[in-house]
């Protein structure tokens, strides 16, 4: 499923930024869905929050916000916008 390929990228771009900045746990994640990206915020709230346990992202304050330009280049995309790591 595009979907899950596409949350998986997310996630390894988040884990790959939490090992940069030596975190071990995300405390915030900004998610940009793309108006061509065929699943809803609610829909994708609840396979991030799945993909997220056991993990360092799980209860993170997730924010995801919807594009509704269909035209945009990352229309079909779904965007790691900002993660909010403990300082």
């Known amino acids: ?7 998986n990228d997310i996630f390894g771009k988040i884990n790959q930024i939490a090992r940069e900045n030596d975190a071990d746990r995300v405390l915030g ?3 940009r ?18 993909a997220a346990k056991g993990t360092i992202v799980e209860n993170a ?8 330009d269909p035209e945009a280049p990352d229309a079909q995309e779904m965007i790691l916008e900002s993660i909010e790591l403990p300082e």
Do not use: C, N, Y
Not at 1 to 7: A, T
Not at 61 to 68: A, N, P, Q, S, Y
């Open 1 to 7: 499923m595009h979907e899950l390929s596409l949350l």
């Open 33 to 50: 869905l793309g108006a061509l990206s065929h699943i809803s915020a609610g829909h994708f709230r609840e396979h991030f929050e799945d």
């Open 61 to 68: 304050k997730l924010e995801v916000v919807e594009d509704d």
């Open 29 to 31: 994640v900004k998610i």
